[in-house]
């Protein structure tokens, strides 16, 4: 998605005009994490990487833009003008998109002269943490229900067209089946999943007659909504509609249910299509669902093959944010780090190493020095080398794949939605003593130093 250079904050450009005309623009190395995970997440699955590659790739400003830039009144026609051929020029190396992550480990480090590095933060931030929130919210809707078909019903209540369409990407990710966006299709592949509104059914005289209508278009591919007026009469009408479709070849798939109690309506809508000879009839469920209520109707035994969850996962309403940062972590060659109270940094270019035990289940990570030999398998991959990627990232539907065999082998403890005991993410001692050397060098008192020190400091 195209996206303009001015989509940012004010203080990019502020700060690049003063690093302009003091000639910074040393290396300046940049590092993507989330300081702590939110309550009742166990875990976070990295989403957004292709979004920010073709950002990277596309990064200018147009004449235009430069043009406005210039008559704004805000800043120097000299530094305007050097932006005329600013483009990224850096690299990148990142966590495959799917991968599970914990608090303080980086996700996407950029290495890229200091004005390219600073431009782009807000970017970068808005797209990794809205993607990596969802795709974490969609994999714990999966959790509850793994052998559900589970479809992105949000687009209608997302926050904007944008955010509509990247939450079906990133549920896909997650582990969706699908989504009702058809955009998502276009641009990745994502399956597509529809019924229909209660409009259709209100602008027939009968709701039989806007199920005959609408089978009788889609043939092999017809799912009924049956709550506009009465679920329980609707079923009744659909045992009726069915053999008389049969007889023209045409056989009913499902019926959605989108309000009431789901559950009880549910078991009552089962029984009338079973006993009218409707056992390969399945239900479909929509309506207020997340996690929790999926996680309830799986654990009660509703008869429910499928379901479309909406503004609650496209939200991510019970934690609608990330705390999560893009700091320096070098500049010029010296080791940076920030030392505010409850956000401290880990200082330098780091890597993480994971671990896995005899059966393939992650035991623990390691966050040390990108120089460091760690034991585990190394998560942060090169992504971009002088500005263009190194080679070809996955399709969407192979990062899906990946996603879900990594939810495989994280402890059985994080399975579950409640609060799980916290993930090992152990802290090297070459950066322990990093940190320290940079608290030297820039007069950090001993508060911060103690900070150092305390393998969980937050970040």
Same mark, same amino acid.
């Given at each position: 998605?195209?996206?303009?250079?001015?989509?940012?904050?004010?203080?990019?450009?502020?700060?690049?005009?003063?690093?302009?005309?003091?000639?910074?623009?040393?290396?300046?190395?940049?590092?993507?994490?989330?300081?702590?995970?939110?309550?009742?997440?166990?875990?976070?699955?990295?989403?957004?990487?292709?979004?920010?590659?073709?950002?990277?790739?596309?990064?200018?400003?147009?004449?235009?833009?430069?043009?406005?830039?210039?008559?704004?009144?805000?800043?120097?026609?000299?530094?305007?003008?050097?932006?005329?051929?600013?483009?990224?020029?850096?690299?990148?190396?990142?966590?495959?998109?799917?991968?599970?992550?914990?608090?303080?480990?980086?996700?996407?480090?950029?290495?890229?002269?200091?004005?390219?590095?600073?431009?782009?933060?807000?970017?970068?931030?808005?797209?990794?943490?809205?993607?990596?929130?969802?795709?974490?919210?969609?994999?714990?809707?999966?959790?509850?229900?793994?052998?559900?078909?589970?479809?992105?019903?949000?687009?209608?209540?997302?926050h904007g067209a944008e955010a509509g369409l990247l939450s079906?990407?990133?549920?896909?990710?997650?582990?969706?089946?699908?989504?009702?966006?058809?955009?998502?299709?276009?641009?990745?592949?994502?399956?597509?999943?529809?019924?229909?509104?209660?409009?259709?059914?209100?602008?027939?005289?009968?709701?039989?007659?806007?199920?005959?209508d609408f089978a009788r278009s889609f043939p092999l591919a017809?799912?009924?909504?049956?709550?506009?007026?009465?679920?329980?009469?609707?079923?009744?009408?659909?045992?009726?509609?069915? $053999?008389?479709?049969?007889?023209? #070849?045409?056989?009913?798939?499902?019926?959605?249910?989108? /309000? !009431? +109690? %789901?559950? =009880?309506? *549910?078991?009552?809508? $089962?029984?009338?299509?079973?006993? #009218?000879?409707?056992?390969?009839?399945?239900?479909?469920? /929509? !309506? +207020? %669902?997340? =996690?929790? *209520?999926?996680?309830?109707?799986?654990?009660?035994?509703?008869?429910?093959?499928?379901?479309?969850?909406?503004?609650?996962?496209?939200?991510?309403?019970?934690?609608?944010?990330?705390?999560?940062?893009?700091?320096?972590?070098?500049?010029?060659?010296?080791?940076?780090?920030?030392?505010?109270?409850?956000?401290?940094?880990?200082?330098?270019?780091?890597?993480?190493?994971?671990?896995?035990?005899?059966?393939?289940?992650?035991?623990?990570?390691?966050?040390?020095?990108?120089?460091?030999?760690?034991?585990?398998?190394?998560?942060?991959?090169?992504?971009?080398?002088?500005?263009?990627?190194?080679?070809?990232?996955?399709?969407?539907?192979?990062?899906?794949?990946?996603?879900?065999?990594?939810?495989?082998?994280?402890?059985?403890?994080?399975?579950?939605?409640?609060?799980?005991?916290?993930?090992?993410?152990?802290?090297?001692?070459?950066?322990?003593?990093?940190?320290?050397?940079?608290?030297?060098?820039?007069?950090?008192?001993?508060?911060?130093?103690?900070?150092?020190?305390?393998?969980?400091?937050?970040?």
């Amino acid at each position: 998605m195209a996206i303009s250079a001015l989509l940012t904050d004010l203080y990019q450009l502020t700060m690049l005009q003063v690093y302009f005309e003091r000639g910074m623009n040393e290396k300046a190395v940049f590092e993507f994490f989330v300081r702590r995970l939110p309550e009742q997440r166990n875990f976070l699955i990295a989403g957004g990487l292709e979004q920010v590659v073709e950002y990277l790739e596309d990064l200018h400003f147009s004449s235009d833009e430069l043009d406005w830039l210039a008559d704004c009144g805000r800043f120097h026609r000299r530094f305007v003008g050097s932006l005329a051929g600013l483009h990224f020029t850096g690299g990148v190396d990142a966590m495959p998109e799917g991968t599970p992550f914990f608090a303080d480990e980086p996700i996407l480090r950029v290495v890229a002269p200091l004005r390219e590095a600073q431009l782009i933060e807000t970017r970068l931030v808005n797209l990794l943490q809205f993607q990596s929130m969802i795709a974490a919210k969609a994999a714990r809707v999966r959790l509850a229900a793994p052998g559900s078909l589970l479809v992105d019903f949000g687009l209608r209540r997302a926050h904007g067209a944008e955010a509509g369409l990247l939450s079906a990407r990133a549920s896909y990710l997650g582990g969706f089946d699908g989504t009702a966006t058809v955009e998502a299709g276009l641009r990745w592949g994502v399956p597509l999943f529809g019924t229909m509104a209660h409009s259709f059914v209100q602008t027939h005289a009968s709701e039989n007659a806007a199920f005959a209508d609408f089978a009788r278009s889609f043939p092999l591919a017809n799912t009924l909504l049956i709550d506009t007026y009465d679920s329980e009469a609707a079923a009744h009408g659909v045992v009726a509609l069915a $053999r008389q479709l049969a007889a023209e #070849g045409i056989a009913i798939q499902g019926v959605r249910i989108d /309000s !009431g +109690n %789901l559950g =009880e309506q *549910a078991r009552r809508v $089962r029984a009338i299509l079973d006993s #009218g000879g409707l056992s390969g009839v399945r239900i479909f469920a /929509s !309506g +207020n %669902l997340d =996690e929790y *209520a999926v996680q309830a109707l799986v654990a009660g035994g509703a008869p429910i093959y499928g379901f479309g969850v909406g503004t609650r996962m496209n939200t991510s309403a019970d934690q609608p944010y990330l705390d999560c940062a893009y700091k320096l972590q070098e500049y010029a060659g010296l080791p940076c780090r920030k030392r505010s109270a409850g956000k401290a940094t880990w200082p330098g270019r780091k890597q993480v190493w994971r671990s896995y035990d005899s059966r393939g289940r992650m035991f623990g990570d390691r966050l040390g020095l990108l120089a460091e030999a760690c034991p585990g398998t190394p998560l942060l991959q090169p992504v971009m080398r002088g500005g263009r990627r190194v080679a070809h990232l996955p399709t969407l539907s192979a990062s899906r794949a990946y996603a879900q065999a990594q939810l495989l082998t994280l402890p059985s403890g994080m399975w579950h939605l409640g609060p799980a005991e916290l993930y090992p993410v152990e802290v090297s001692a070459a950066l322990r003593q990093l940190a320290e050397e940079v608290d030297r060098r820039t007069g950090a008192g001993g508060q911060a130093s103690a900070a150092a020190t305390d393998s969980r400091a937050p970040a």
